[in-house]
């Protein structure tokens, strides 16, 4: 069976856009029972403390888009999606902070949908931003 990677890249947009908005409805469609985000900072959040934590206003993201090409990898039923992201985003009364991530979703095609299981959100320092433009 091929993939089609246009659908597994507008999946990761409509992902990531009903996490700015936040339509809860439609980020609890697109994300697995068994999710698992890890941070930047390194901690692990089930679907249940990443999801909560939006809809409770303590997490705002303001910006979440990539900031590069969204590569895909796929198979019939897993689809990896790897791209360099940009975000803004208020935790509790903090102020917002912007951060750019290598950003790493793993989906699986789960009753005819592909739902992300696993995120992983890489921080690039502004130091490596930079070694890597001026090694171009």
Request: contains cysteine; glycine residues 4%.
């Amino acid at each position: 069976m091929t993939v089609d990677v246009t659908i597994v890249r507008d999946t990761e947009r409509r992902r990531l856009w009903s996490l700015v908005q936040p339509d809860l409805a439609t980020a609890e469609f697109l994300h697995a029972d068994d999710y698992q985000l890890i941070t930047p900072n390194g901690y692990a959040l089930t679907k249940e403390d990443y999801l909560g934590s939006i809809a409770s206003g303590q997490l705002r993201y303001q910006v979440f888009e990539p900031a590069s090409e969204i590569m895909v990898r796929a198979s019939s039923q897993i689809a990896l999606v790897r791209y360099k992201a940009k975000i803004s985003v208020q935790t509790d009364n903090e102020p917002a902070r912007s951060i750019l991530c290598w950003h790493t979703d793993s989906y699986e095609l789960q009753g005819g949908h592909w739902r992300a299981v696993w995120s992983q959100a890489t921080l690039i320092s502004p130091a490596a931003e930079a070694e890597q433009l001026d090694s171009r």
